[in-house]
């Protein structure tokens, strides 16, 4: 089983910033793609970021020049720094993972796994 288990949530003042990190723990053999998504109410689950194994990056486009994506690929770790927040940056923040995982070889498998969630919530 994996799990992955973020932080760094919380309410801050417009154009303050924040950091989320994300960490995942299991029979982890790989992580390919890590992402953060939002959720806001009454609105669908979008991509903010994501970061392939290699480092490669796409940001929607409401965040570019204000939110970086990073990660740790021997900590299993995915982290979201976020700068100049906005009201409208308000939502819950989920993590998300593209995880092979398994203990021996009939046990592989690889499935996307996601995090509970975090709260961040902007003050104008």
């Known amino acids: 089983q994996v799990q992955l288990v973020e932080s760094g949530g919380g309410l801050v003042q417009a154009r303050g910033s924040l950091k989320l990190s994300c960490t995942a723990s299991?029979?982890?053999?790989?992580?390919?793609?890590m992402g953060w998504y939002r959720q806001a109410p009454g609105k669908q689950r979008d991509l903010v970021a994501q970061?392939?194994?290699?480092?490669?990056?796409k940001y929607a486009d409401s965040v570019m020049g204000r939110f970086t994506i990073s990660r740790n690929n021997a900590k299993n770790m995915v982290s979201l720094q976020m700068n100049s927040l906005k009201a409208e940056d308000s939502a819950v923040y989920y993590c998300?993972?593209?995880?092979?995982?398994?203990?021996?070889?009939?046990?592989?498998?690889?499935?996307?796994?996601w995090g509970q969630g975090t709260q961040v919530t902007v003050s104008s």
């Open positions: 998300s993972a593209d995880v092979v995982s398994g203990t021996n070889y009939y046990s592989i498998s690889r499935l996307d796994y």
């Open positions: 299991g029979k982890i053999l790989s992580i390919n793609d």
């Open positions: 970061i392939t194994r290699g480092g490669e990056i």
